[in-house]
């Protein structure tokens, strides 16, 4: 398989600073494959990765069209995004145009990941955020035998959605940004 640490996150308001902190934290040599799912218009999506990009060395891709993934690379999905597997590597991809009520949709891209093969080691992050967007993509990865991490309420700057993921997934790890953080470190290099 093309990789074998992958890092699902998803965030909603306050989310591009937790993003910075969490990218900012790791080294040229993290071996995880992330992919990010922040509430933003596909607008802006360039100048966050234009940003993302002046605080980490690792290639970040926006996911615009169908992508192999890479080991130590960042994805940031411009819309809704699923992963697919093909000839046993896996993919990201835009999904069909839906009404979706936020851009991009964390709880496909959870879900996706639920349906990629087990051996296949898989986080899933909820940080601060309105609502509760990735919450049924929380619980539909825990299912299948991925973890999950869900933003404190201290340290959440909105609840909101660590608080839904956390009620539909209640054994789920719940911890500051430094510790998830640590967390994120910990899962990419475990499997370099």
Request: one cysteine or more.
């Amino acid at each position: 398989m093309n990789i074998s640490a992958l890092i699902l996150i998803g965030a909603s308001t306050g989310g591009p600073g937790r993003i910075y902190s969490i990218l900012s934290a790791l080294d040229a040599d993290f071996d995880g494959t992330i992919v990010i799912a922040q509430h933003m218009s596909a607008a802006f999506i360039p100048s966050f990765i234009t940003q993302l990009q002046t605080i980490v060395s690792l290639p970040i891709l926006a996911v615009e069209h169908p992508l192999k993934m890479n080991r130590g690379s960042i994805y940031v999905c411009s819309v809704t995004s699923h992963l697919i597997l093909k000839e046993r590597e896996v993919w990201i991809e835009p999904m069909e145009a839906n009404d979706y009520p936020y851009n991009p949709q964390i709880d496909p891209l959870f879900t996706s990941a639920s349906h990629l093969p087990s051996t296949l080691n898989r986080l899933g992050i909820i940080l601060t955020g309105i609502g509760d967007d990735g919450a049924h993509g929380s619980l539909a990865l825990h299912e299948s035998g991925g973890c999950c991490l869900f933003e404190s309420e201290e340290s959440s700057i909105v609840f909101g959605m660590p608080r839904r993921a956390k009620e539909l997934v209640s054994c789920a790890n719940v911890g500051s940004i430094d510790e998830i953080i640590e967390q994120i470190i910990n899962f990419g290099d475990f499997n370099v």
